[in-house]
């Protein structure tokens, strides 16, 4: 698809009174954030986020936070571990909202987060997949701490294939498989603008479908770059 007009890239100030993205973006953090989980307390804490504009009316975010679990007393811990989740939103028309997250011109977001002092407004960096070329540690395992001996580690190399697409082979070690020889490509997602425009982000996701052991070591399906030395996709880390 071809890409964004230079007006729909524009993230400075505009004319009919919503917050532009560029106003919005910068890093933000959060208060500890309780939910119930069946019969347990739940609670996220050291919530961060930060937010980048990608264009007049889309931003990308990449949020991090730790998931605390404990059942009634005397019920030992069953969940802890970081969470990590990038992702693009799109503004809701006419509103100051992207994907269900309202910004306010006080600085704030919904989920509680405030943007921190002296932040300083953000700008998309594209994740080159050259970059990216090199060898890679990583480890994927369950905030589940039961769970936790069936995590898998992985030691791989990425080679660029072109801008958008690389290729990643190595090893894979783990109780389901003991290990295994993973080669696979990956492709960059695009995020649709509409009007057949599309926005480059720093996801990544296998070109092809593969079946897997539930739970198994597995290939990772989609991998989100924060910057060429770091990446997450669910419980998956390097």
């Known amino acids: 698809p071809p890409p964004p007009a230079p007006e729909e890239l524009y993230t400075g100030p505009r004319s009919d009174r919503l917050l532009s993205t560029g106003e919005i973006s910068?890093?933000?953090?959060?208060?500890?954030?309780?939910?119930?989980?069946?019969?347990?307390?739940?609670?996220?804490?050291?919530?961060?986020?930060?937010?980048?504009?990608?264009?007049?009316?889309?931003?990308e975010t990449w949020s991090t936070s730790c998931l605390f679990c404990k059942c009634p007393p005397g019920e030992p811990v069953y969940?802890?571990?970081?969470?990590?989740?990038?992702?693009?939103?799109?503004?809701?028309?006419?509103t100051n909202a992207f994907g269900g997250m309202t910004f306010s011109a006080r600085?704030?977001?919904?989920?509680?987060?405030?943007?921190r002092p002296g932040s300083q407004k953000r700008t998309f960096q594209k994740v080159e997949t050259r970059d990216l070329a090199g060898t890679w540690c990583g480890c994927c395992c369950s905030p589940c701490i039961p769970l936790w001996p069936l995590s898998c580690f992985y030691w791989t190399r990425k080679k660029a294939l072109d801008e958008d697409r690389y290729a990643e082979s190595g090893l894979?070690?783990?109780?389901?498989?003991?290990?295994?020889?993973?080669?696979?490509?990956?492709?960059?997602?695009?995020?649709?603008?509409?009007?057949?425009?599309?926005?480059?982000?720093?996801?990544?996701?296998?070109?092809?479908?593969?079946?897997?052991?539930?739970?198994?070591?597995?290939?990772?399906a989609s991998t989100y770059y924060r910057n060429s030395g770091?990446?997450?996709?669910?419980?998956f880390f390097a």
Not at 30 to 58: F, H, Q, W, Y
Not at 79 to 94: K, M, N, S, W, Y
Request: with cysteine; proline share 7%; hydrophobic share 25%.
């Open 230 to 235: 770091y990446a997450a996709g669910g419980p």
């Open 79 to 94: 969940f802890l571990g970081p969470i990590v989740a990038g992702e693009v939103r799109t503004r809701d028309p006419g």
């Open 107 to 115: 600085g704030t977001a919904s989920g509680g987060y405030k943007k």
């Open 26 to 59: 910068g890093e933000y953090s959060a208060p500890c954030e309780g939910r119930e989980c069946c019969k347990c307390d739940n609670c996220e804490i050291c919530r961060s986020m930060t937010v980048v504009p990608l264009g007049a009316d889309v931003i």
């Open 172 to 220: 894979r070690c783990g109780l389901c498989p003991w290990w295994s020889i993973c080669s696979e490509t990956y492709t960059r997602t695009y995020h649709d603008g509409g009007g057949g425009r599309s926005y480059p982000t720093n996801g990544f996701g296998l070109e092809d479908e593969i079946t897997c052991i539930e739970g198994g070591c597995c290939p990772i």
